[in-house]
């Protein structure tokens, strides 16, 4: 079976739409259109449902579609293990996502270093929500993520990467600053938070369900979205938030933010790496974590 006919096929599966897998490919749309039928021609069905907005793949279409990515996934997995690739230095592009704290500092630095180390190998990093991430791996349109907490998907499989304490942070002059404050003087703290989906908040709600509350009874003013929103609304003066603590590490030893510590919560958590199940590894997905761990 043609492999070529296989990716387009799977890839307008994926994004529903034949422009959308045409630009994916880097191929034009009638190319895409050409595979596709040569594909049902050759089985003698129809693989996808053309009529609406969107397209949608057949009864017959979503069992291709199954087997086609255990297919494609092996294919890679060969070239790599026959060596075609040899020793090369590593070029094309490596796309990587991240949620907002390792995504924020960590990742782009060390990602800086290893294209550095790569100089044919262009790097693209996409920052989102642990949610997003996760959602994207496992369409893959991403081939690998770095999130800070391993939500339940089916279509996933989570590694843990690297631990990562995350701290409570306040301006200087503030009363919480260097001090253990108890969980009931939060209430009174102007406590500000991260959206649904962001990996701190998860791991806060599920530190403070542990303890006796919930993340409601602390009477948050605002959700200020995502890592940088609420560090800038701290930055200004206007409350404490709980964040990864390697994104603050400049801001605490420059003082332009400071620390504090809750009595009762352990919040350390892990990083995790995010592949798609069944999903071969590419070189430069390969090089790059193992370049990350001698850096961790």
């Known amino acids: 079976m043609d492999t070529r006919q296989l990716a387009a096929f799977c890839a307008v599966v994926e994004r529903r739409s034949f422009s959308q897998a045409a630009e994916r490919l880097g191929v034009t749309q009638p190319a895409v259109s050409l595979q596709v039928r040569a594909l ?46 040899g020793d090369e230095e590593l070029a094309g592009t490596f ?7 390792p995504g924020g500092i960590v990742l782009s630095q060390l990602l800086c270093e290893f294209g550095v180390q790569h100089p044919e ?29 391993a939500r339940r998907h089916r279509g996933v499989v989570f590694e843990p990467f690297f631990r990562d304490p995350v701290v409570l942070v306040c301006p200087p002059g503030h009363p919480f600053a260097g001090k253990s404050v108890s969980i009931d003087e ?46 800038s609304a701290v930055r200004a003066g206007h409350g404490v938030t709980f964040i990864s603590r390697r994104s603050v590490a400049a801001d605490l030893e420059a003082g332009t933010l400071a620390e504090a510590s809750v009595e009762g919560l352990e919040l350390e958590r ?23 761990r001698t850096r961790l």
């Open 186 to 231: 939060l209430r009174g703290g102007d406590l500000i938070v991260m959206q649904e989906g962001a990996g701190v908040r998860q791991l806060l709600e599920d530190e403070l369900r542990t303890a006796g509350t919930r993340l409601r009874d602390l009477d948050v003013r605002f959700e200020l979205g995502l890592q940088e929103s609420v560090l």
């Open 121 to 149: 190998l262009h790097v693209t990093l996409w920052v989102f929500d642990t949610q997003t991430i996760v959602e994207r791996v496992a369409e893959r349109e991403l081939e690998l993520g770095v999130v800070g907490a």
């Open 270 to 292: 892990d990083v995790f790496l995010v592949r798609a199940g069944g999903r071969a590894e590419t070189r430069a997905a390969r090089a790059f974590v193992d370049f990350a």
């Open 40 to 85: 049902e021609k050759r089985l003698g069905t129809q693989l996808l449902d053309r009529s609406g907005r969107r397209v949608e793949p057949t009864e017959a279409g979503l069992r291709l579609y199954r087997g086609a990515q255990r297919l494609l996934a092996l294919e890679k997995q060969l070239v790599a293990e026959v060596g075609l690739e």
């Open 95 to 101: 796309e990587i996502g991240a949620s907002t704290g």
